[in-house]
């Protein structure tokens, strides 16, 4: 199975790096005209990166520990990179419509797609853990095994979070902040990279206590 893993390994660098390449590609075709549009224009942009990126560090840490000779494991990783795929797609689609219709839909469709990537993600952090404590091999110490459980936590809330985001109840706009929808994910990513923080800070304190 060491060629499947490698094919697997250089497959998920092609559609990760294409993914953050689109959104590049994206830019140059948008010339803003003032300084207003250009900082919109990389807000935009970084907020998508940032979901890319936060996704592909997570994989990265899964990828060299679970196994991928099962046929869940690669459905997984397949399903997964159909969403990153997709991402930058819908992201463009979703600014560059000026219908509040079709942003309902396509907002909607965004939040589905990074929903679902969390999920994803999650779901294999939870075979992870999963075969840390049950399946006799051990690969991770405690502080690894602690993170990844913080992690797939995050994970599960950020998914949930894009998920619900969905409901037309969020379909609303808030004074002077825009849509509700938009806020929420502003919630759920930053979810991540506090969890990400959480768990360096916990591994820092258990390893000042050991000294």
């Known amino acids: 199975m060491p060629k499947l893993r490698i094919r697997i390994e250089t497959l998920s660098d092609l559609v990760f790096g294409l993914a953050l390449s689109i959104g590049s590609i994206v830019l140059v075709q948008h010339i803003p005209q003032s300084s207003a549009d250009l900082t919109t224009d990389i807000v935009q942009f970084g907020f998508s990166f940032l979901i890319i990126v936060g996704i592909w560090l997570g994989y990265t840490r899964i990828i060299g520990i679970l196994p991928v000779e099962t046929q869940g494991t690669v459905y997984l990783n397949l399903a997964l990179l159909f969403?990153?795929?997709l991402e930058p797609f819908l992201y463009y689609v979703l600014f560059s419509t000026s219908d509040p219709t079709f942003l309902d839909f396509a907002s909607s469709a965004f939040a589905l797609d990074t929903g679902a990537m969390m999920?994803?993600?999650s779901s294999m952090m939870y075979l992870v853990v999963r075969q840390e404590e049950h399946g006799g091999v051990r690969r991770l110490r405690p502080?690894?095994?602690?993170?990844?459980?913080?992690s797939m936590v995050s994970q599960i809330v950020g998914a949930a979070i894009f998920l619900a985001s969905t409901l037309e109840v969020f379909w609303v706009q808030v004074p002077n902040l825009g849509y509700l929808r938009f806020l929420l994910w502003y919630v759920a990513l930053g979810t991540f990279f506090a969890s990400r923080a959480f768990a360096r800070k916990g591994a820092q304190s258990i390893e000042t206590a050991k000294h």
């Open 83 to 85: 969403c990153v795929a």
């Open 119 to 121: 999920a994803l993600l």
């Open 143 to 150: 502080i690894g095994l602690r993170n990844f459980k913080v």
